[in-house]
């Protein structure tokens, strides 16, 4: 019995996120959700005490999901390589409905603290991996002496300026200067003299 009420709460969770990334997380009712699960509402609340904790638990199925095949797929190249998929993967080439995601958690954010401690502990989620490779690419002579921590905070600043950039205006010309303006930072400041 414990293994349906645990496959109905992952399929609650799922059908959530679909509705969410379709409609937007601020569009979505409990009605909706429940038609879609195919149950009744008071089932909802029965794994969930409220919305936002629903809201929560989904978001961080799908998202700590997709950091974790994001890190394998970065982990599994040499540092170089790595932190160039980083890179073209974490920028948009279209504002699509993980971005619109994304874009929800963050305006969600700004108003509660529930999602904003949620949202922060994701970002260091991603500020380790992006840790992670730049200290290995360092350790294997790819990436100059540098303050790790630092050289994160600024390659995220720049990744995150230039994905809410490229959110509202996915013209293939502005993504590509945005990848030029990151390697050339990366040029000057990270990669040794070959």
Not at 53 to 72: D, G, H, K, P
Request: charged share 25%.
């Amino acid at each position: 019995m414990k293994e349906k009420a645990s496959v109905l709460k992952e399929n609650i969770l799922d059908a959530a996120i679909a509705l969410f990334t379709e409609k937007g997380v601020e569009k979505v009712t409990t009605r909706e959700l429940t038609e879609q699960v195919g149950i009744a509402r008071s089932h909802i609340y029965h794994y969930f005490p409220d919305w936002q904790t629903l809201c929560i638990e989904a978001f961080s199925r799908f998202m700590y999901a997709e950091l974790e095949t994001f890190t394998q797929k970065c982990r599994a190249l040499p540092p170089e390589q790595g932190l160039t998929v980083f890179i073209e993967d974490y920028l948009p080439d279209r504002a699509d409905a993980v971005w619109e995601l994304y874009s929800s958690l963050w305006r969600l954010a700004v108003h509660n603290k529930v999602y904003a401690d949620f949202a922060l502990a994701l970002t260091e989620k991603w500020d380790a991996l992006l840790a992670s490779i730049i200290h290995d690419g360092i350790e294997s002579g790819v990436f100059r002496q540098t303050d790790v921590l630092r050289m994160t905070r600024q390659l995220g600043s720049l990744l995150n300026g230039y994905s809410d950039q490229l959110i509202i205006d996915s013209a293939p010309l502005a993504r590509e200067q945005a990848l030029e303006d990151i390697h050339g930072f990366i040029e000057q400041v990270l990669l040794t003299d070959k």
